[in-house]
């Protein structure tokens, strides 16, 4: 959509996906195929286009920071990664909480498949200034519940921030650029990695 590629899921009625819509035209194009069980089978193939029209209301020109592109961003930090590095059996997630129109902070734990006591690691912090994102971390120590209270924020602390830029080899872009764009716990992010702004 717009370029930005986006993997769709089956159901029982056929394959969707949610997507997150610029403001204006957005373009979105369909490639599918299908082949028969037989190595033989002839290949079928097809493509469609569409253009929707999203209108702009008052206050799309600011937008509000949603939690779908926070977690997206908290989740593919290298700090966040480190929580449990290299080690089996070690899994992470963050859960995010809206602070203002413009800030999410999302407490990121680890856990071991032996024991799932989670442990706060860090807290990643995104703030939005025009269409561009800026992040950075602060500390926490101790037990984080499955559902952590707002407790862990700290709204009236700001960490050193620094412009969110995705520095992805040409390899892994485009593996990554379908991952950003993916659904997540909180819906689609609304990030371009293309030109590293949120869709407002």
Same mark, same amino acid.
């Given at each position: 959509m717009n370029g930005r590629p986006l993997e769709t899921f089956p159901t029982r009625k056929?394959?969707? #996906? /949610?997507? &997150?819509?610029? &403001?204006?035209?957005n373009?979105?194009?369909?490639?599918?195929? &299908?082949?028969?069980? *037989?190595? *033989?089978?002839k290949v079928v193939s097809g493509t469609a286009r569409v253009v929707v029209q999203r209108k702009t209301a008052p206050g799309d020109g600011t937008g509000t920071l949603d939690l779908a592109t926070a977690y997206m961003?908290? *989740?593919s930090t290298d700090k966040a990664y480190w929580l449990c590095g290299e080690g *089996?059996?070690?899994?992470?997630?963050?859960v995010c909480f809206r602070v203002g129109p413009r800030r999410v902070d999302c407490p990121v734990a680890s856990w071991h498949s032996d024991n799932q006591v989670r442990r706060c690691g860090h807290v990643y912090t995104l703030r939005l200034r025009g269409d561009q994102l800026y992040s950075g971390f602060y500390a926490c120590h101790g037990r +984080?519940?499955?559902?952590?209270?707002?407790r862990w924020v700290r709204a009236d602390? #700001? /960490?050193? +921030?620094h412009r969110v830029v995705i520095n992805a080899s040409r390899d892994d872009r485009d593996t990554y650029r379908v991952e950003s764009n993916g659904p997540n716990r909180y819906g689609a992010p609304r990030f371009s990695m293309d030109r590293d702004v949120f869709l407002p």
């Open positions: 056929g394959y969707r #996906t /949610p997507v &997150a819509l610029e &403001a204006g035209p373009e979105i194009v369909v490639h599918g195929w &299908a082949q028969g069980f *037989d190595e *033989d089978a961003l908290a *989740d *089996d059996g070690c899994g992470f997630e963050p +984080l519940n499955p559902r952590p209270r707002q602390f #700001t /960490p050193r +921030l």
